[in-house]
């Protein structure tokens, strides 16, 4: 895939890299036991430009490219997918929104710091009756003056505990269809506003999921985000930019599934041989390196696309559907690949797995993005 990138966009990737083998890989395996938040990496991430990669330089960013920022994504998934689900989430759904949408005052206040990783930044729309279903969201927002009132519970939310700023999706007219939904810049210590459950999850142990409960909080008139009945505009922008980040990730994972993979079967002896000169094991690689390559070259046509102003809802939806579904299927082979010690915890592989399968449930379940394709076809 070389043959795609500038200068710039290899030494984005060699620096993320270095970082990653250097800072994250020899700590990841542990913190992830330990279920600790990784706030160390984050702030070092945060000074060297990750955080806010795709946002204008003069907005507190990296001023990169989209594509650069996907390359980023992939190398510290590879590394670890709780630390990419943190930053990207942080940067595709919590960031960028405002940087598209957000007044000049709502970007000297809060977009740069959240670009200069000072705080993180997360995204509300599911709801216990609302996740697919966006329309059914019941979380209400009511004018009174110069305040909207909000109310309402938001499940599911990553980042949610640990986030300076929530961006929460809510109803604002019930009987406006489409235009009743409004988008809302909820900031943390805002009164009313507390914090639910962390849920216990299979994976991504590191990364925050959590409930959010709205009780009466007065948000200002100046933290809505966009116009009032702009919130589902808003909000499928940003999932479509959330799930190219969910892609690029899932081809991380892969990729660390793969580059194990390679080595264990190199170095695992068995009937006189190692297991990579057998077909059985040699093919099982093979598939894996040829569907990492297809994934990564759905998500660098989405960036290119985007880089260009272009429309990507299908190509999103395509590349994370992709990408996702075979990291769940390269992480299966790679625990086969490894046999009994692939399904230990003193290998990563097992970490892998648990990894990959969410990302065919966030930013839009794959029957979902399946319904998102046809409906553009």
Do not use: C, N, W
């Given at each position: 895939m070389d043959v795609y990138l500038n200068d710039e966009q290899r030494k984005i990737r060699e620096t993320?890299?270095?970082?990653a083998e250097e800072e994250i890989i020899p700590v990841a395996s542990e913190w992830d036991k330990e279920h600790r938040w990784p706030g160390e990496l984050l702030k070092t991430m945060g000074e060297m430009g990750l955080m806010g990669m795709p946002i204008p330089s003069e907005c507190g960013g990296g001023g990169t490219d989209y594509l650069s920022y996907m390359i980023a994504v992939e190398e510290l998934a590879r590394a670890w997918g709780s630390l990419s689900l943190i930053?990207?989430?942080?940067?595709?759904?919590?960031?960028l929104p405002i940087y598209y949408f957000g007044s000049a005052d709502q970007k000297e206040r809060l977009l740069k710091p959240l670009a200069r990783g000072k705080m993180i930044g997360a995204f509300a729309i599911t709801e216990p009756d609302a996740g697919s279903d966006v329309m059914n969201v019941k979380t209400t927002a009511v004018r009174d003056a110069d305040h909207y009132i909000l109310n309402g519970t938001k499940i599911f939310i990553t980042n949610g505990s640990k986030a300076g700023t929530i961006i929460v999706l809510a109803v604002t007219d019930k009987e406006a269809g489409t235009k009743g939904f409004s988008t809302f810049i909820v900031e943390k210590g805002m009164d009313g506003f507390t914090l639910g459950v962390d849920e216990d999850k299979m994976g991504m142990h590191s990364s925050v999921t959590s409930e959010l409960v709205f009780n009466d909080v007065k948000v200002p008139r100046e933290n809505l985000l966009g116009a009032e009945g702009d919130g589902l505009k808003i909000s499928l922008s940003a999932l479509d930019g959330g799930r190219m980040g969910v892609a690029s990730q899932?081809?991380?994972?892969?990729?660390?599934?793969?580059?194990?993979?390679?080595?264990?079967?190199?170095?695992?002896?068995?009937?006189?041989?190692?297991?990579n000169r057998f077909q059985a094991i040699s093919f099982m690689v093979a598939d894996m390196a040829?569907?990492?390559?297809?994934a990564r070259a759905l998500v660098y046509r989405g960036a290119f696309m985007k880089d260009?102003?272009?429309?990507?809802?299908?190509e999103a939806a395509i590349a994370k559907l992709y990408a996702s579904e075979m990291a769940t299927r390269t992480t299966i082979r790679a625990?086969?690949?490894?046999?009994?010690?692939?399904?230990?915890?003193?290998y990563p592989i097992e970490r892998f797995f648990r990894d990959a399968k969410v990302t065919e449930v966030y930013e839009g379940t794959s029957e979902v993005m399946r319904l998102v394709i046809s409906r553009n076809l």
């Open positions: 993320v890299r270095r970082f930053m990207t989430v942080h940067t595709s759904v919590g960031t899932a081809v991380g994972i892969a990729r660390a599934a793969l580059e194990e993979s390679i080595r264990y079967s190199g170095e695992r002896q068995q009937f006189g041989r190692p297991i040829a569907e990492i390559d297809a260009r102003g272009m429309r990507i809802s299908k625990i086969q690949v490894h046999g009994g010690y692939g399904y230990i915890s003193d």
